[in-house]
């Protein structure tokens, strides 16, 4: 079947089947998307952020506790098996992608996001003495809800969990606390 469409006066296309419109503005992820599904442009991308991602994977030095003295010292025990696991799986997740240098960008501005929101949204929060579970409300509307629409496309099929246990891990590595400082 063929469809004719002559002296079109619509001034918008003409579609006979399905139009697919994505109104999204073009974002760092979306474009390294882009470069991850091309296998050509993807083995030639060379990472300029892989210093922060070594940054995110590293421990600090300002706060070496452990995640479960963490989330004990803030009232959260009762999340330290969930949080290891999350945080494991967060830690396989980025361990899969350390050799792509694409990878490692998205990945690298995941974490980066995450680790923004947290400080300029839940830090003050906790250092003003909110319940947790109010700062639990605030890392779930301000950190997680932002993080997994940011993911757009997502072509590391990274699930909401996933960005959960990042934040664990971010946590693990002494970038995030839940208590105040």
């Known amino acids: 079947m063929s469809v004719v469409v002559t002296d079109n006066k619509a001034g918008e296309d003409i579609v006979v089947g399905i139009k697919k419109v994505y109104n999204t503005q073009p974002t760092s992820l979306s474009h390294l998307y882009e470069v991850f599904r091309d296998a050509e442009q993807s083995s030639a991308h060379k990472s300029n952020i892989a210093d922060l991602l070594q940054h995110y994977t590293a421990a600090a030095t300002f706060d070496v506790r452990g ?3 963490k989330l ?3 009232g959260r025990a009762y999340m330290i098996p969930e949080a ?3 945080k494991q799986r967060a830690a396989m997740i980025i361990a899969r992608w ?3 240098p694409v990878t490692q960008d ?3 501005h995941i974490l980066s996001f995450i680790h ?3 400080v300029q949204h839940v830090r003050p929060a906790i250092q003003a003495g909110q319940s947790p579970v109010d700062v639990e409300a605030l890392i779930s509307e301000k950190v997680l809800a932002p993080t997994n629409a940011m993911l757009g496309e997502n ?3 990274i699930t909401s969990i996933d960005v ?3 934040l664990y891990f971010l946590g693990g590595n002494c970038h995030i606390r839940w208590d105040k400082c």
């Open 67 to 69: 995640l479960e003295a």
């Open 72 to 74: 004990t010292e803030s």
């Open 84 to 86: 290891l696991l999350w």
């Open 98 to 100: 350390q050799t792509s």
């Open 106 to 108: 998205i990945i690298t």
């Open 116 to 118: 923004t929101e947290f």
């Open 155 to 157: 072509d590391l099929q």
């Open 164 to 166: 959960l246990g990042m």
